[in-house]
């Protein structure tokens, strides 16, 4: 037994070196790291388990039959963050490119499988240079399994892309495809066509970097969910990501101590928010002041700012927050804004993690670009996703709440188990002065001052229609509470709801907005 027993260490030495000493050395030199150190930095130290690891691929012709490294590329399996399982594969640029082959493939789909039967979350580490070539229609079969357990695991589980070098043509589809996309600037790029066919095409010269690169899909397609400047701060950040989520959409994500107490007062809240509903502020020290230790998870930081998405924890418990940001746009809703929401309320739904809404709106964007845009599909997808949601959902109401964006933004009518108002709140159709010049057009024409007419007007719609108590005097809030008194209120109510159940229609599937 011990020769083959050695002959056997002789082969893991092999695999676990690489193909070569200057291969490691070239991706070194593009300030990447090798797929075993990513590996290491994403799960417990000592935790990982690979599934063939002896995998080689059986394909002949253009020189591979010359060419069968073990891993084939990739280097799939399992191991744990903070304790908990996590399914892990990893292309090798080393190797081949990290180009997808038949049993590149069959390694990857084997490991999805096993993620999805196991309950636990799958991380993808992307550094691949798309369909191997040689391999011809069996590298783009490959890419279709894979997208068809994604679709299947949509939901399900967790699935987290994490973009190490570039991702180019239909492998794009597959982090598109998962909950959360992160990125490496200057190293990571996506596009479906490079560079190099968008000149042909179009004759616009730009670079990589330029046109998928991370900064480009954090801030402007919304493609990326989270941007980072080095591998290794990317992967803490997948950990602390992971740690807010559970392992599967039958179980409830993590709860930790808290020595944050639940009971604790928010006086800052007080001087952070003005009165004056033309005054902007920043919605980010709100959320700070409200959450466990003030630390939260930004999701989409850079794209759509002028609404808040953020996971965090009250008194231990995981929360996803949405929150309109008055110092963008003055935290209207527009069409990348409601496309951002809706998501991440239908990511919080499935993985059963409550939502709180923070409402400071008041409308939708207004002109030509957004209508023709699409405002009202796109408005309409926050709509549903609010309205399909079954978590715990709760809504604050701080400031402005007008119009259409008031119900949109998760309103008693569509189904907040629990609405919550500050007295500064103003919860109407649209603000006092256009509903002035609305109904008293006439009134104000005619008068000798039509100045000093109008605000008279408008303060006596404010007094009528406008004032603090008007919603809850009608049933429409549930209570006005003292900003101090904030926190203490949402986690009293998220205990109380913590054992919502809520049926569902009988249906295949709702067919949302597109």
């Known amino acids: 037994m011990r020769p083959h027993v050695a002959e056997l260490a002789g082969i893991r030495e092999r695999v676990l070196a690489g193909p070569s000493e200057k291969a490691t050395a070239a991706q070194k030199a593009k300030g990447k790291l090798t797929v075993r150190e990513r590996i290491g930095l994403l799960l417990d130290e000592g935790s990982f388990r690979e599934v063939e690891p002896l995998r080689r691929h059986r394909a002949t012709g253009f020189g591979l039959e010359a060419k069968k490294p073990y891993t084939d590329g990739v280097v799939t399996g399992w191991g744990t963050v903070e304790g908990r399982t996590v399914f892990v594969y990893a292309h090798d640029f080393r190797i081949f490119g990290g180009a997808l082959g038949e049993a590149h493939a069959a390694k990857i789909h084997k490991l999805m499988d096993m993620a999805l039967a196991a309950g636990a979350p799958l991380v993808s580490l992307n550094d691949g240079a798309g369909a191997r070539i040689q391999e011809g229609v069996t590298a783009l079969a490959g890419y279709g399994g894979i997208f068809r357990r994604n679709t299947a695991a949509s939901g399900v589980i967790p699935q987290i892309s994490v973009m190490l070098g570039p991702c180019a043509g239909g492998a794009a589809y597959s982090p598109a495809l998962t909950d959360f996309v992160f990125m490496v600037r200057e190293t990571s790029q996506m596009f479906i066509t490079g560079p190099d066919v968008v000149k042909a095409v179009t004759g616009e010269e730009i670079t990589q970097n330029g046109l998928g690169g991370a900064d480009v899909h954090a801030e402007?397609?919304?493609?990326?969910?989270?941007?980072?400047?080095d591998e290794e701060t990317c992967l803490e950040e997948v950990r602390y990501l992971l740690s807010l989520l559970p392992r599967n959409n039958r179980e409830n994500p993590p709860p930790v101590p808290c020595d944050d107490p639940a009971d604790r007062r928010c006086e800052a809240l007080a001087d952070l928010v003005p009165a004056d509903g033309n005054r902007p502020y920043d919605m980010v020290k709100v959320i700070e002041e409200i959450v466990d230790?003030?630390?939260?998870?930004?999701?989409?930081?850079?794209?759509?700012?002028?609404?808040?998405?953020?996971?965090?924890?009250?008194?231990?418990?995981?929360?996803?927050?949405?929150?309109?940001?008055?110092?963008?746009?003055?935290?209207?809703?527009?069409?990348?804004?409601?496309?951002?929401?809706?998501?991440?309320?239908?990511?919080?739904?499935?993985?059963?993690?409550?939502?709180?809404?923070?409402?400071?709106?008041?409308?939708?964007?207004?002109?030509?670009?957004?209508?023709?845009?699409?405002?009202?599909?796109?408005?309409?997808?926050?709509?549903?996703?609010?309205?399909?949601?079954?978590?715990?959902?709760?809504?604050?109401?701080?400031?402005?709440?007008?119009?259409?964006?008031?119900?949109?933004?998760?309103?008693?009518?569509?189904?907040?188990?629990?609405?919550?108002?500050?007295?500064?709140?103003?919860?109407?159709?649209?603000?006092?002065?256009?509903?002035?010049?609305?109904?008293?057009?006439?009134?104000?024409?005619?008068?000798?001052?039509?100045?000093?007419?109008?605000?008279?007007?408008?303060?006596?719609?404010?007094?009528?229609?406008?004032?603090?108590?008007?919603?809850?005097?009608?049933?429409?809030?549930?209570?006005?509470?003292?900003?101090?008194?904030?926190?203490?209120?949402?986690?009293?109510?998220?205990?109380?709801?913590?054992?919502?159940?809520?049926?569902?229609?009988?249906?295949?599937?709702?067919n949302p907005p597109q």
């Open 220 to 229: 402007t397609s919304g493609v990326c969910h989270f941007a980072y400047d």
């Open 293 to 510: 230790d003030g630390e939260y998870l930004e999701v989409h930081q850079r794209w759509a700012r002028n609404v808040i998405c953020a996971l965090a924890r009250l008194d231990g418990q995981v929360v996803g927050i949405v929150a309109n940001q008055p110092q963008t746009l003055a935290g209207v809703l527009d069409i990348e804004a409601s496309e951002k929401a809706a998501r991440f309320v239908q990511m919080c739904d499935a993985f059963s993690i409550p939502l709180v809404t923070l409402l400071d709106v008041p409308g939708f964007l207004p002109g030509v670009g957004q209508e023709h845009g699409g405002i009202i599909r796109h408005g309409a997808k926050l709509l549903y996703a609010y309205c399909d949601a079954t978590v715990p959902r709760i809504s604050l109401i701080l400031r402005k709440a007008y119009g259409g964006a008031y119900i949109v933004m998760d309103s008693q009518s569509i189904g907040a188990d629990l609405t919550y108002a500050w007295p500064t709140n103003e919860i109407a159709v649209m603000g006092a002065e256009g509903a002035a010049n609305v109904i008293f057009r006439r009134q104000i024409a005619e008068a000798d001052d039509p100045e000093a007419r109008r605000a008279e007007l408008v303060k006596e719609y404010k007094a009528e229609l406008m004032h603090p108590y008007y919603a809850a005097e009608r049933g429409l809030v549930d209570d006005v509470i003292d900003p101090a008194e904030t926190r203490a209120v949402l986690i009293d109510a998220l205990a109380m709801l913590r054992t919502k159940h809520a049926e569902r229609p009988a249906r295949k599937h709702g």
